[in-house]
């Protein structure tokens, strides 16, 4: 329950969050999230306080709710700080190093968790330090952080924001609407929510088979720097070769491969070829992560980058809910072939999904030109109608 109120918690919330980076920018966006998070932290703490009897689990509850509202704010924002920030030379590099942050965290969550908690009072001793690091960050980013650079390094960073509840309305209907948008979207979903759910229910698949708290955490934890090696390495390479297609269809077919050597090396006293299995897993896993947003900012454009990163993952938080929740209930002599096939067959059609995308790299093909959307039709922003002319 505790981990599913995170992706509880994204879905009705990120459009207000998407919105509010667009308008306000990246400083406010992620100080509040920062905010959000540090507040999270103590309230969790307070949980842990001797004496507050049922109220525990509330206050950590609420805890998690906060972190969860937190997120819709900076999961999104890799896109978006990419495009502000950096040349379209090193853009999909800076989106996918972004975008490794949250993975990052939950690696080191995991594994020092069991390191540091070792009997229930300990727990306490946890949570100080994580509101302790959680102040530190909101400090650093409210004292220098920035929205945007004086001069934009690209010609569609100077691209103008919609500004209006109603532009963005019609942007977000217009995104609906877009079939490879869609198409895209859903075979994120099938994609992160498969590999999300694979994190999550690690526990319940592993220690039937007599493997401990810290050995389950060692092994989400390499997966996840694993990602953060291969997020680093791709990203400078579709940089180059601006193939974004075919780099998502070659980290989804790593991320099936890995869950089938997962799943078959899935045994007692197998820690050693466990943890390679996990490391190709997070290899190919992480870096659909990144590629998934990018593809959706260049097939949208001038949709702002939040706006279609945010639904991208509020459909994969849909679909990680639901898998997870079949995966827990099942029985643990039926639990480890039900989740390969579940969670398998979820990335077989996310791959056959994609075979269908049709969609043009509309940003690419406008810095191609030098010129913006508004320079080529004298629009602005808010009358520009999304996609017009475009599937």
Partial sequence: MLSSIFMIVFVPVWPLASWFLDVKGLYWGLTISATLNAVAACTKLLGCVPGMGDFSFWWVMAGQALAGISQTFFMGAPPQLAASWFPVKERTAATSIGSLANPVGIGLGTYMAPCIVK????????????????SVVLVVVALLLRSRPKTPPSPTTSQAQETSVKAYLISLKGLILHKDFMLLATSC??????YWAVLSLSSSLLMPFGYTDTQIGFLVCTALMSGVLSCTLFGVLLDRFRTYRYFTF???LGTLAGFVTLFAAIRRNNLFCLTWCWALT???GTTAFAFFLELGVECTYPTPETMSANLQLSLAQLSGIAFISI????????????????LAGSLVAAILLLCLFRGSYRRLQIERDGSTVAERDGSTAAEREPFAGVN
């Fill in 282 to 284: 997070g290899w190919f």
């Fill in 189 to 194: 979903m099938l994609t992160l929510g498969a």
């Fill in 119 to 134: 009997v229930p009072d300990d727990m306490f001793t946890f949570l100080a330090i994580q509101a302790a690091i959680m």
């Fill in 327 to 342: 995966g827990s209930v099942v029985k643990d002599n039926n639990r480890l072939i039900v989740s390969f096939s579940m």
């Fill in 250 to 252: 070659m980290a989804m």
